[in-house]
């Protein structure tokens, strides 16, 4: 009989593209979502990429009559938890949003799964927990050294975890720290729509290919790199949510726990992005260089030789890919 996975967050960027990965490894899923950052029309979307009626509960993470309802209906056999805020300049204006949406949500998920005897659960992670690289590329041992109230969240979710495993062995978990998610599924049906002024690069350099931004900021152009801009570890979204499958299936057969860098181990540079991304939409993009943002660093990437020796985990789609991938997606919103 196939398994049940509910995904919290589910009809977000990340979720979105895991359950249309569960969903063809053979899984049953549930998604619960409050649509504070989901299109609505996600939902018929999945359906349409899967061609099957999905199950979805619109709810809070933050509502513990909601969440006892939701494991009471399904026979959940594991949890994959996205739902939470994820702005890191958000995170140091609302700190007490972030700890209440991220950490609370979370411990609320862990007492629901708990109360229904559900003790599987992969959580997303993210590298921001590292900080500022001692060295690189970064692996599952770096020191973890958070700067913002968004990756302090994180890692108290992590602690979490880790406390609860050693009073009870019954829990399974795999933390997974995500480097930079990119692209869109091939289908171009779902993908990253942020509403505001996008934090991440691939997603900006989207809305200056599509009329909505005027020009790229450059952040820098003198750092230690090849092209003297940042570099970054960027990951096909589809690839990420590869791993997730990969995660829980392992949870779920060997009652197994796992700290797992997901990431390429690639660095590519906003330049490297830009030029990517100029192929894909097939004009160039206006860019102007500023000075250097506080906080930035020359580079941050993974070592994915963990999640590839633990998982058999490994990105297959570079950097072209992921821009193509998002063109197609915002070109497709855009004129839909
Ligand atoms: N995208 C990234 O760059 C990145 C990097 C590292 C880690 N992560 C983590 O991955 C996870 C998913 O990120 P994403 O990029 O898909 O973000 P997203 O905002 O697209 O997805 C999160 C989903 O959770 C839902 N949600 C938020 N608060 C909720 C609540 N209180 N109750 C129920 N649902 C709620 C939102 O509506 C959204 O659909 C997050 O935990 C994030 O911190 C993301």
């Not at 398994?3 to 053979?26: D, M, N």
């Not at 629901?112 to 690189?136: I, K, R």
């Not at 990119?182 to 171009?188: E, I, T």
């Amino acid at each position: 009989m196939s398994k049940t996975i509910l995904l919290t967050g589910g009809a977000g960027y990340i979720g979105s593209h895991t359950y249309v990965e569960l969903k063809s490894a053979g899984y049953d899923v549930v998604i619960i979502d409050n649509f504070s950052n989901a299109r609505p029309d996600v939902i018929d979307r999945l359906a349409q990429i899967t061609d099957a009626p999905v199950t979805w509960h619109k709810g809070d993470v933050l509502d513990k009559a909601f969440l006892a309802k939701v494991f009471a209906q399904h026979a959940v056999d594991a949890v994959i938890h996205f739902a939470a805020k994820k702005a890191v300049g958000e995170s140091v204006e609302k700190p007490l949003d972030y700890f209440e949406t991220n950490c609370t949500g979370f411990s609320n998920i862990l007492m629901a799964m708990q109360a229904a005897g559900v003790f599987n659960v992969v959580f997303s992670s993210t590298a921001t927990v590292y900080g500022e690289p001692l060295s690189l590329p970064y692996t599952e041992d770096h020191r973890i050294a958070p700067v913002s109230p968004y990756a302090q969240s994180k890692v108290t979710c992590e602690t979490l975890l880790r406390q609860l495993k050693d009073s009870d062995p019954r829990w399974n978990y795999g933390v997974l720290r995500y480097f930079n998610p990119a692209g869109a599924h091939d289908s171009a049906l779902i993908g990253e729509d942020p509403n505001d002024i996008p934090n991440n690069l691939m997603p900006y350099i989207a809305k200056v290919a599509t009329g909505e931004l005027p020009h790229l900021n450059v952040f820098g152009d003198d750092y230690d790199t090849p092209d003297g801009t940042g570099v970054r570890d960027y990951i096909h979204v589809v690839d990420l949510a590869r791993g997730h499958v990969q995660s829980v299936g392992k949870l779920l057969d060997d009652q197994d726990t796992h700290i797992l860098n997901l990431g390429t181990g690639t660095g590519y540079s906003v330049f490297d992005m830009l030029r990517s991304y100029e192929k894909a939409c097939g004009t160039t993009l206006p860019f102007k260089i500023g000075p250097r943002r506080a906080g930035d660093i020359d580079c941050f990437y993974a070592d994915p030789a963990s999640a590839r020796d633990y998982l058999g985990f490994e990105a297959t789609r570079g950097l072209d890919e992921m821009c193509q991938s998002s063109w197609n997606w915002v070109s497709r919103v855009r004129n839909s």
